[in-house]
């Protein structure tokens, strides 16, 4: 069963990052091949290294200082964030991510939004 994105939500350890208005998730692995001249003509390949990234976009308020104000400051930093993806009231994606860009957009005929990129150092974790 299909659920909505009205749901989800992002969180900085317990606080809530205000006017969230999408975000999304990107999981990746290296594949190292090991391909010999057994394999029969076909590629062969094994796991490697695991990765994680994400992006997210919401209203402008850097009035939202454990929110927003707190992804600008470790970007401006350097420093990792506990992050909590929620994709609904059950389900959520949690990691430590740094902030990989942040960009403000104010168009003339628009509301001002911001964007964000992640990149998660370490395990992602579901629950």
């Known amino acids: 069963?299909?659920?909505?994105?009205?749901?989800?939500?992002?969180?900085?350890?317990?606080?809530?990052?205000?006017?969230?208005?999408?975000?999304?998730?990107?999981?990746?692995?290296?594949?190292?091949?090991?391909?010999?001249?057994?394999?029969?003509?076909?590629?062969?390949?094994?796991?490697?290294?695991r990765e994680w990234s994400g992006s997210a976009e919401a209203n402008w308020k850097m009035t939202d200082t454990n929110g927003q104000l707190a992804i600008q400051n470790a970007w401006l930093n350097g420093t990792t964030l506990s992050a909590n993806f929620k994709v609904s009231s059950t389900q959520t994606y949690s990691g430590s991510v740094l902030v990989e860009s942040m960009g403000v957009q104010v168009p003339i005929g628009d509301k001002v939004s911001v964007s964000f990129s992640f990149r998660g150092t370490g395990a992602l974790s579901y629950a």
């Open 1 to 49: 069963m299909a659920i909505a994105g009205k749901d989800g939500s992002l969180y900085l350890g317990a606080n809530k990052v205000a006017e969230v208005s999408d975000f999304s998730l990107d999981f990746g692995a290296d594949m190292l091949e090991t391909t010999n001249m057994d394999s029969s003509g076909w590629k062969e390949f094994i796991a490697g290294l």
